[in-house]
């Protein structure tokens, strides 16, 4: 049973470019969560998705922005990219649609941005 | 104030000594806790839930005091493996929105 997977593993970008993350969930989940990690703090939530629809979103600009497929499977989009915007992205996925059950998360996607 | 506060450590302690975190969190209304772990560059690991009544996990113990607003993680006997940083996790909300701690760096040394 493999667990939640994402791709790529690292990407460098430079400022104002376009980035797609991708995030296959566990097997059996249908909800699927993406946080952005910089170096030293915790994970801060972006958003969730269920049934393909954003559910709840963090304090996040809309240049983020993200899709949920009927597989389940989920993209993380970031346009007009900034230095700050490097940091590890990851992706989390959980069964219970009413988000109380544990999620789990992915290795992660490490972006770099010059 | 931030919703979920950790002293960011690091924590140095010999092997076999132990060793107690505390986590704070501000939403009184706060359903769900959990601590995870998470080694260097590798993603995050749940660890253990946080019940009302306290519960352990083998070396690992966790609690909740409510009244306080603080969630608490014990871990006996530390061992070399233990060195890792240690995350609270606090979910709240109708779709239990999840806000986690900056983590706590616990390195055990020989």
């Known amino acids: 049973d493999a667990g939640v997977t994402q791709s790529p593993t690292h990407l460098i970008k430079t400022r104002g470019q376009q980035v797609t993350l991708r995030c296959s969930p566990k097997?059996?989940?249908?909800?699927v969560s993406w946080y952005q990690q910089a170096l030293g703090q915790g994970p801060q939530f972006i958003f969730q998705y269920y049934e393909e629809e954003e559910r709840q979103r963090g304090n996040f600009p809309d240049r983020f922005s993200g899709h949920q497929f009927p597989n389940y499977s989920s993209e993380l989009n970031v346009n007009a990219l900034l230095l700050g915007d490097s940091a590890l992205y990851l992706c989390?996925?959980?069964?219970?649609?009413?988000?109380?059950?544990?999620?789990?998360f992915g290795p992660g996607t490490r972006l770099t941005v010059l | 104030r931030k919703e979920v506060e950790q002293d960011p450590g690091p924590f140095n302690v010999p092997e076999g000594a132990t060793v107690a975190f505390n986590c704070t969190y501000s939403n009184s209304a706060s359903q769900s806790f959990f601590w995870y772990r998470q080694d260097c560059r590798k993603e995050p690991k749940l660890l253990m839930s946080v019940y009302s009544s306290g519960n352990e996990d083998g070396r690992f113990t966790a609690q909740l005091n409510r009244a306080s607003q603080y969630i608490s993680l014990l871990i006996r006997d530390s061992k070399l493996s233990d060195s890792a940083t240690y995350l609270c996790?606090?979910?709240?909300?109708?779709?239990?929105?999840?806000?986690f701690g900056t983590g706590t760096k616990l390195q055990v040394i020989p």
């Open positions: 996790v606090v979910k709240s909300g109708g779709y239990q929105k999840v806000t």
């Open positions: 097997s059996g989940h249908d909800t």
């Open positions: 989390a996925s959980s069964q219970d649609g009413t988000g109380r059950l544990v999620q789990f």
